[in-house]
């Protein structure tokens, strides 16, 4: 496969993925407007974290709604980057492993009442970045993240499963140092995708017609 049509099927799966988990405003934006030209794909090893929630029979509502400020608020504290919610389920990006770990960890303590199921999985994954509303904003792609997904469905309820390459099988410990490559775009990206969901759905995105 070239590059032209390797180059083809990430804007595919990048088109895909905006269209179902953020505001159509956004990918008229980004996929019809001035912002198409901002679109680039960077290479990177990367630990995902997916979790997937449900509250526990005869539970309310709220608990779902603490869980993920909860969600929020950890993410946050860790440095990750969080794709917007799409059926009860999370996606957090990190560079350091053992920063993904302790996050997942701290969800678990804090998943009082939410049945949850959280996968941690390392490996090299496709970064899209884009700029929407005059910021950077960056989301993995690839199979990544179906696989932290798949990691995350063999936890058992209230459970955490961590995947091989993401400790040190000499020692079954978790890897602390994150790789040294780092792009200064990537600084320059929001934390937090999932804000952009919000943001464009309150506020709005200006389009502008090619």
Not at 11 to 29: F, G, I, M, R
Not at 48 to 69: I, K, M, R
Not at 171 to 184: E, G, I, Q, Y
Request: hydrophobic share 45%.
């Amino acid at each position: 496969m070239d590059a032209n049509q390797d180059t083809a099927l990430l804007l595919e799966a990048l088109s895909d993925k905006v269209l179902h988990q953020l505001p159509p405003a956004v990918w008229k934006d980004l996929f019809v407007g001035a912002e198409r030209d901002s679109i680039r794909f960077e290479r990177r090893r990367l630990t995902l974290v997916h979790a997937e929630a449900g509250v526990l029979p005869g539970e309310p509502g709220s608990l779902t709604e603490s869980f993920y400020q909860d969600l929020q608020r950890l993410n946050g504290r860790h440095g990750g980057r969080l794709d917007p919610y799409v059926n009860a389920t999370a996606l957090a990006t990190f560079d350091d492993p053992g920063a993904a770990v302790r996050f997942a960890l701290e969800l678990q303590r804090a998943a009082q009442g939410v049945a949850l199921r959280i996968g941690v999985a390392s490996g090299v994954c496709t970064l899209a970045f884009f700029r929407v509303q005059g910021r950077l904003w960056c989301t993995p792609l690839g199979t990544q993240p179906a696989r932290a997904a798949d990691v995350a469905a063999s936890a058992d309820v209230g459970g955490i499963v961590i995947s091989p390459e993401t400790c040190d099988p000499t020692d079954f410990s978790v890897r602390l140092r994150a790789d040294t490559h780092a792009s200064l775009d990537f600084h320059d990206s929001e934390i937090d995708l999932s804000t952009l969901a919000i943001d464009a759905a309150i506020d709005g995105v200006d389009i502008v017609l090619a």
